[in-house]
């Protein structure tokens, strides 16, 4: 089993910047090929995908709405992901979710393509 805790949410303006962090136990990223990513849910909508990365971050991807703003990373040393957030919008405001799976053939995009989710943590960004 593999247990994601995510850090870093909060309360910013309109352009401004925030980084989240998920620490994952249990499972290290590096030793079962563990791909994450990052999903968000803003009241009355679905959870969407906002970002992801293979393993070894030999690929990446983004939702268009955060293409150029956003950078997903990680450091499988720490068994760490982060997602910085730059020149953030009010659209942003969502509950961040991490997410891990291990080695599958399952799209990388998908909520269905994760087996495991951190608790969530709330980024608010006013106008």
């Known amino acids: 089993q593999v247990q994601l805790v995510e850090s870093g949410g909060g309360l910013v303006q309109a352009g401004g910047s925030m980084r989240l962090s998920c620490e994952a136990s249990?499972?290290?990223?590096?030793?079962?090929?563990?791909?994450s990513g990052w999903f968000r849910q803003a009241p009355g909508k679905e959870r969407e995908i906002v970002a992801a990365?293979?393993?070894?971050?030999?690929?990446?991807y983004y939702a268009d709405s955060v293409k150029g703003r956003f950078t997903i990373s990680r450091d499988n040393a720490k068994n760490t992901i982060y997602l910085q957030m730059n020149n953030l919008k009010p659209e942003d405001t969502a509950v961040y979710y991490c997410?891990?799976?291990?080695?599958?053939?399952?799209?990388?995009?998908?909520?269905?393509?994760?087996?495991?989710w951190g608790q969530g943590t709330q980024v608010t960004v006013s106008s």
């Open positions: 997410a891990a799976r291990g080695a599958t053939l399952r799209p990388l995009t998908t909520r269905n393509g994760y087996d495991y």
């Open positions: 249990g499972r290290t990223f590096s030793r079962y090929d563990m791909d």
């Open positions: 990365i293979t393993w070894n971050a030999g690929r990446t």
